[in-house]
């Protein structure tokens, strides 16, 4: 159990285009999802905290309108990075979680690869 | 402020050597901690909660403990497929918000056969 799954898993797009990654929960409502970045060799960075049907809250010095995301449903997450730039290439993992069902942890995606040209 | 601290950062082990990894934490209100394995290019995997001081998890080769300072992962009898990133993650504050998980940086596992 406790499946969470990403799509796509890589993506390359030209610089000032938008990507869109979507998160699922496969077998659990994720009542709350979180966006992490990860730099090569180094650990995950939170991005922002999604709750369903609320606007997610985003950590210190992450553009909020940069970086949207969507918590539209109790399975499904989305991150869109818009007007992307080469900066912005790297590894974004989501994570869910069910908090009405007391489960603490979270449960990682498998990642997403952006390269950005 | 609140930490994780992981050591060491990489650790080469024959295989069937026998070690320990450490995270220790400073935080307010520890709600859990929680050790991830992640292979290169992939999502953390989830393999053990501890939610108090003297609690143990055990699963195959790996047996993860609490102190109320610091978390051990022991790795028993490795082999190569166990090398991996494992990753500690603390999550503190009050219940059913949305708090955080603090990672600590990891320590990189090779084991030789």
């Known amino acids: 159990g406790a499946v969470v799954s990403q799509h796509p898993s890589r993506v390359i797009c030209k610089s000032g285009t938008s990507v869109k990654i979507e998160c699922r929960s496969l077998?659990?409502?994720?009542?709350?999802m979180f966006w992490y970045r990860q730099f090569p060799k180094k650990s995950l960075m939170l991005m922002a905290t999604s709750n369903e049907g609320s606007k997610a809250t985003y950590e210190q010095g992450v553009e909020k309108d940069k970086f949207l995301i969507n918590h539209a449903s109790l399975t499904l997450s989305t991150l869109t990075v818009t007007s992307a730039h080469p900066e912005d290439s790297s590894f974004y993992i989501c994570s869910a979680r069910d908090w009405t069902s007391g489960i603490y942890e979270q449960y990682f995606g498998p990642g997403t690869r952006l390269t950005v040209t | 402020e609140d930490q994780v601290t992981q050591s060491p950062e990489a650790l080469r082990l024959q295989e069937g050597e026998s070690s320990s990894l450490n995270c220790s934490y400073t935080?307010?209100?520890?709600?859990?901690l929680f050790w991830y394995r992640q292979d290169p290019g992939k999502g953390p995997e989830f393999l053990f909660t501890l939610y108090s001081a003297g609690e143990e998890k055990e699963k195959e080769r790996l047996k993860a403990t609490l102190t109320k300072k610091e978390s051990f992962l022991h790795i028993t009898a490795p082999k190569p497929e166990d090398s991996a990133t494992y990753l500690c993650?603390?999550?503190?504050?009050?219940?059913?918000?949305?708090?955080?998980?603090?990672f600590g940086t990891g320590t990189s596992l090779t084991v030789i056969p």
């Open positions: 993650a603390v999550q503190a504050g009050v219940a059913n918000t949305g708090n955080q998980f603090y």
């Open positions: 935080v307010s209100g520890l709600r859990g």
């Open positions: 077998d659990f409502q994720a009542t709350t």
